[in-house]
């Protein structure tokens, strides 16, 4: 190791700008970061300049934090979860800091005095988007909860230039335009170029022995990228520590490959590096469904390398050995996507650092847990072996051993179980042949969790039951929660000034004490300024809407809300059946007793899926013909919000009245949308699926409103053979629903277009929307009929509020702490930088 440099005598004085809080030094840091990093003065100054001094105003704040607690952890050799994921759905960073420093209405008072707005100021950021939907943004989640929780973690990812791409609605249709988010900088990152890695790619293995004469194998690549790290400071809730996420950009080792250079082919050495800066270039936009993508794959391998070889350069730098490896970090694997970990770590302990195939296995194992995130056959992922080995030859090589040794050992436990060794092997051999790579995280790692206890309760009777049965101790539940900071601070004001005002501040990092609302559910002057926050909320999202849609919307209306990746599992086309249904209803009886509804809907479809893209044609078309219906002014209002994102989510949550959660039972794994709703004081209408179960569970089966098939009833109905005609020849209401799509009413009288999603639905339908229909409908009669009754609702909203203190993130981490993770908190004093140079 070598000593730090001695800049004792050199130490900068830190000067009170950088770090100071009070309104005064606040404003002068701001000017003068708008002097000397954007370099204007105010009469050139745009927003955006204001926002960048602002940003930078915070993000001083946050360095201090982060050097005292990069210094602790260094010092103590902290144990340290790192946590590898192809996602962080970040969102906005700004509020999010303030409110986490703590000077939320410090700045806001500051900016004023300067004659700035804040809102305006946030509204400039432009959004990390760097997930899909409900994974990605739990790893932002957990990272809000980690350092709150002052548990070491490093976030490892990928710095995707474009992140998920914009949305934007024409003629109804989805239309995708790149996300280009970095074009005006971002200040949360500081790149840290010196920490760059070498990654290889393609070309072919060769063995040698080495001078002890043992067996060792070289990997001659084809080409080689360089990873360069880009550090986001990770603030805790009024604590000291400030983690890290670090995520990685591909480029070129060298700006020419020189022997192509001197061979006279300039372009094409400019080729090579385009091609390889292309690694980092854009996120998939899948949700749920694995593409298969060589790129991907190259993605994949690319930053756990990165990753792994950074906390190799860590363990170094503490002084640590090898052998420690296990005791410094545990690994917690975000999906499969980063599970390529598992031959990646062993082959640099073994072909790197010279380990012995047993040594490093034992390293490997207790240093990787794995958590599943998905039911879905299509998101399970699988590369054909050519591709794998074309890549990646040394880790096939790799695989192909593990796997050899693992399928001893089942032979060993299951003698003459052939189909079994078949089932579990890490090769699908059943047609052409696949790495399985959920088999290679379940054989490679210590945990193995799923995100509720129903999906934990499916894995272990469906997906991975071979892999239950043979290691029952790896298997744990973790349901997923949310950060209150981000999901009810820093998007409900109101509502949080009113808890703070009932039952003091010291909810928002013990979310347990929420309970202590339940005592105010019945108190009448109670209920009526809930009421009133929800109606404030309400009007805030029917001003955005008159803006964004062009829409006169009543907020006294019930605002029903579905918004979520756009999925035939999640069934937004449900949610459709119903609105049409109550149209024909108001059509044939315009007296019916029924409150006005404001449908809202929002959700971003993959680009390649096209039955989603269909789906949101249709809410669209039946958009345009309830909106235009005279007959149902005051009554019914259909809205599609487009470009569904972190910030666009924090406006809707505090004004939704329900919740859609209406998936097939046994498909959402756990689903997290729910718990941000519920946290708002949405009541949920819901399947018994996902953490929907826990949720009914704790808020109590008489605040919610459920319907539909259970697990065990879909599993039934298929086996005995569904047939969704029965359903459309036996039900009038739902007949006529399906057939006034297809006669093109909700596409100016084309018949056509919506024909393959009513086809599927009346031929296949596998998810069971036909079968739901009838129940769903009947449960959300009773929804309007307990929305007329103001004080029975309000009462519903407050004890959902009160009782969702399970659903916090925090527990969720303090869950995977205990049981899994085994990582002590640290807190962190800030400290004199001048020490820091001893
Ligand atoms: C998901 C699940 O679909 C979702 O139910 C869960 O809440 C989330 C976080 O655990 O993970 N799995 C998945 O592949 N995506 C999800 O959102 C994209």
Redesign the pocket.
Known sequence: MQPAANLNHAAVQVEDDRTGLTPETLKRAFLDNLFYIQGKFPRLATQHDYYMALAYTVRDRLLQRWISTAAAYTEQGSRTVAYLSAEFLMGPQLGHNLVNLGIYDIVQQAVADLGLNLDELMEQEAEPGLG???????AACYLDSMATLEVPSLGYGIRYEFGIFRQDIRNGQQVEVTDKWLRLGNPWELPRPEWAVDVKLGGHTEAYTDRSGRYRVRWIPYQVIKGVPYDMPIAGYRTNTCNTLRLWSAQAPEAFDFEIFNSGDYLGAVQDKLSSENLSKVLYPN??ISQGKRLRLAQQIFFVSCSLQDMLRILARQGLALSQFSQKFVIQLN?THPAVTVAELMRLLMDEHGLSWDAAWDITQRSIAY?N??L?PE?LEKWPVDMFGQLLPRHLEIIYEINHRFLEQVRARFPDDSDRLRRLSLIDESGERYVRMAHLACVGSFSING??AL?TELLKQDVLKDFYELYPEKFNSKT?GVTPRRFMVLSNPRQTEMLNRTIGDTWVSRLDELKRLEAKAEDPSFQHDWHMIKQANKGDLANYMAKQNGLVINPESLFDVQVK?IHEYKRQHLNVLHIITLYHRLKASPNLEVPPRTFIFGGKAAPGYHVAKLMIRLVNGVAEVINHDPAMRDRLKVVFLRNFNVRLAQRIYPAADLSEQISMAGK?????GNMKFALNGAVTIGTLD??NVEIRDEVGAENFFLFGLTAPEVYALKAQGYNPWDYYQGDPELKQALDSILVGTFSRGDGEVFKPLIDSLLNWDPYLLLADYQDYVACQERVGQAFCDRTHWTRMSILNVARMGLFSSDRSIQDYCRDVWRTPAVPIELTDHAQLGE
């Open positions: 899909n939907g409900g994974l990605g943004r739990l949700d749920n999906d958590t995130h998905t879905m998101a995100v509720a999906h997923n990746r959402e794994a756990s689903g997290t996902g953490a």
